[in-house]
């Protein structure tokens, strides 16, 4: 069993070498430096190697540590009255939530799949083993956090210990909990989403009961303790006594299924710009008339409706909830209705923010590129400069059209705030509303023009370029910073017009200049 | 040995793919699988190698309930870990399977068994070609020295020199194996297979060679191929 975990541990460490190697081969720097036969066994791989394991440690304790800071400081700031409890009260319930959650002996995992499948491993050693590294190593990162964080807000050693054992032996429980329930129905439990999105919810009142003063005593967390060190065991026993773990591994195994593993990152990915089953079917009354690019385009859009319209008039129906909450308040508190007036008056930079949010830009350029230019582009019709601006045209003009429902929403709800609050001029109504449209269509130009413009994918729908991320940070990390500047929103909305308006003529004009060369397949 | 199918059916929903088929397989020949496209034959070979469930039947291996660790399966896709390289893949497979393959030849014989360099012992898998990778998948599955080896689709991507390397490879290996290689270029299977297996409406059928010339055995199992169009 040793020499399986240590040969599964020495896969993950040469993986994990291997690809950082890769991605430092990548880099502009490093291209000429490193050689070929970077990956042989070498000095560099070595150094590497250790370097590696250095980080991944250190990575698995910060993360921890990032964890438990993050309970702390919450607690902290909502309940400073009670830390102590609210504390122990967070932990305790999210550990039941990790139980639930955090299973690994059924997750499905391309490296699972080559240990057991590929390299034939032993599944029954390989499922013990790694379940045995698994809570060795999660005990010990346990412990250490347990005992610094416990230290620091003063609580008694005996709690922390408590707590301690509680998170050791609950792991045991769901791991067994969930192998039950497979074996008893044959399925994941995580794979309803009915019954994992109610037991989730569920435990999620629970961590908020602080809200209402309400906590799990510390008293109750020990009986509770007790409870899963008797538990613990009878389902650690259980765990060490199934044999048929390679029969369970390979029915969750199928081909399919591992390489769309939900832990995949490129999966998820994939997954988000997929057309859905319900728009596979156009309405043919949608396409009469149409040829060409024109045809070409609306089937496109046809397809992922999901996408892009659904999620566009789900996001203004939120909106327009919100703004009619917004609304019954001022009309019932007057002190709301100065603080909304003020807000309006004085940070619009929010609504940088908040259209960023609405914007679907960055996920449909994803779909276009996977779903359609990805093969398109292999063509040679396609790549003709004509072709690809006039397609360029005809998806900015659906693009900006779509995102103008949520924009329109919300340039009308902050008018209807304006007139409740009694504190308006025509001036901030007219420069607002057109700020906001302007706004809108400034993100769907921008996605679309960078798409075209850095054409950042691979087949995997994963970013190569980093100038594309680069952008993209930037524009998240420009409307983050918006948001906190104070300043008057008629300044503020006429300087935002001139920007958004001399932004998308420019970056029209070098759409119009450079796409032909630059939008092309990797 | 013998690998007996018996009364194996598999449904996707309402669309049956194989109903109650029977067949043997014995070691010293290779089987050529022929089926149209989407005629099942991935679905067969996934249903020996208990990738996907079946809705019944059992297969044994001489007699006994055929077990997958007996089983070597050579996806029409490879799939291989990419970020090791050729050499860490096979050396990790070595060592995981020390005592199955009993005596070890050095890494370097093995490459040479299907013709990749030293060279590309040191490049990553994500960068092998899809044929590279194919040849290193067929390579792992010999290695490890299943009785039955499942070959689906595997030399069709492979440059011509390798495939007739790898199809000396085969008929060498035929003695102590069964092995079932499924393509649909007729050729190939007719050079390589001693016997050619149908898979046509849902069941496999043996084509007897009866004394046929070449293209009338040819037209043979073209015309029963054709007919599940006209059924």
């Excluded at chain 1, 698995?60 to 909502?78: D, G, N, R, T």
């Amino acid at each position: 069993m040793i020499n399986y975990l240590t040969k599964s541990l020495e896969f993950d460490l040469i993986y994990s070498v291997n690809s950082f190697l890769y991605v430092l081969k990548g880099l502009p720097i490093f291209k000429d430096l490193l050689t070929e036969d970077v990956y042989k066994s070498g000095l560099l791989k070595r150094i590497v190697s250790a370097f590696m394991i250095v980080f991944l440690l250190a990575r698995s304790l910060f993360l921890k540590f990032f964890y438990f800071f993050m309970i702390l400081v919450a607690c902290y700031e909502i309940f400073p009255d009670t830390l102590v409890q609210s504390y122990f009260h967070i932990y305790f319930v999210l550990t039941i939530i990790g139980m639930f959650i955090n299973n690994k002996l059924l997750n499905t995992s391309k490296k699972k799949y080559f240990s057991i499948a590929i390299f034939k491993m032993n599944a029954n050693k390989y499922a013990k083993s790694t379940l045995i590294w698994n809570q060795l190593s999660n005990l010990f990162l346990n412990t250490i956090c347990i005992l610094i964080f416990g230290s620091l807000i003063n609580s008694p050693i005996i709690y922390s210990i408590s707590l301690i054992i509680f998170t050791f032996f609950i792991r045991f429980i769901g791991e067994a909990l969930n192998i039950k329930f497979y074996k008893k129905y044959h399925y994941v439990w995580y794979s309803n989403t009915r019954l994992y999105v109610s037991i989730l919810t569920i435990l999620l009142i629970i961590v908020c009961l602080p809200f209402i003063n309400v906590y799990c005593s510390l008293k109750f967390i020990n009986i509770i303790t007790v409870i899963c060190i008797v538990l613990g065991t009878i389902s650690a026993k259980y765990l060490f006594e199934i044999n048929d773990y390679r029969l369970m591994y390979q029915k969750i195994f199928s081909v399919v299924n591992v390489m769309n593993s939900k832990n995949d990152k490129d999966y998820l990915r994939q997954a988000m710009v997929e057309v859905k089953d319900k728009d596979k079917k156009i309405d043919s009354k949608k396409l009469k008339g149409k040829k060409g690019y024109d045809l070409f385009n609306t089937i496109f859009f046809e397809r992922h409706r999901e996408i892009l319209l659904r999620s566009a008039r789900k996001y203004s129906f939120i909106l327009i909830g919100i703004y009619i909450l917004i609304s019954y308040l001022i009309l019932i508190d007057s002190s709301f209705s100065t603080s909304v007036s003020k807000f309006l008056h004085n940070n619009l930079g929010w609504f940088v923010v908040i259209m960023y949010f609405v914007n679907r830009g960055a996920i449909i350029t994803q779909a276009m590129f996977f779903n359609c230019d990805h093969a398109m582009l292999n063509y040679n019709f396609y790549r003709k400069p004509k072709n690809l601006l006039g397609l360029f045209k005809k998806r900015l003009l659906t693009v900006s059209k779509v995102n103008l429902l949520p924009a329109l929403v919300i340039a009308i709800g902050n008018i209807v705030l304006l007139i409740l609050c009694r504190n308006y001029d025509l001036l901030i109504i007219v420069s607002t509303f057109l700020f906001i449209i302007f706004l809108s269509i400034f993100f769907s130009v921008h996605y679309l023009v960078i798409y075209y413009l850095l054409q950042p994918f691979n087949k995997n729908l994963e970013v190569r370029k980093i100038s594309y991320s680069f952008v993209t940070l930037l524009t998240y990390f420009v409307s983050y910073t918006l948001a906190n500047v104070t300043v008057n929103s008629i300044v503020f909305s006429i300087l935002g017009l001139l920007f958004t308006i001399i932004y998308i003529i420019l970056a029209l004009m070098l759409v119009y200049r450079f796409a032909p060369k630059t939008f092309k397949l990797d | 040995m013998k690998l007996q199918v018996s009364d194996l059916t598999k449904n996707y929903g309402e669309k049956e793919v194989l109903k109650d088929i029977n067949f043997t397989f014995e070691s010293g020949k290779i089987y050529g699988l022929l089926g149209r496209n989407g005629a099942g034959k991935t679905t067969f070979f996934n249903s020996l190698n208990e990738d996907i469930e079946i809705d019944s039947g059992e297969f044994k291996l001489d007699e006994e309930v055929l077990n997958t660790d007996d089983i070597g399966y050579a996806t029409a896709t490879p799939i291989v870990p990419e970020f090791l390289t050729g050499k860490e893949f096979l050396q990790f497979f070595l060592d995981i399977n020390e005592k199955r393959i009993g005596k070890r030849k050095s890494i370097d014989d093995y490459f040479e068994l299907v013709q990749l360099t030293k060279e590309d012992q040191d490049v990553l898998l994500k960068e092998y070609s899809h044929g590279m990778k194919n040849k290193m998948q067929i390579l792992i599955n010999i290695v490890a020295n299943p009785k039955v080896i499942l070959l689906d689709e595997p030399l069709t991507a492979l440059d011509i020199v390798v495939q007739e390397d790898m199809k000396k490879l085969l008929k060498t290996l035929k003695k102590d194996h069964i092995i079932i290689f499924s393509t649909h270029i007729l050729e190939l299977a007719m050079d390589l297979c001693d016997e050619i297996v149908v898979l046509s409406n849902k069941h496999l059928e043996l084509i007897e060679k009866d004394n046929l010339n070449t293209k009338k055995y040819k037209d043979k199992i073209i015309n029963l191929l054709k007919e599940e169009e006209n059924d």
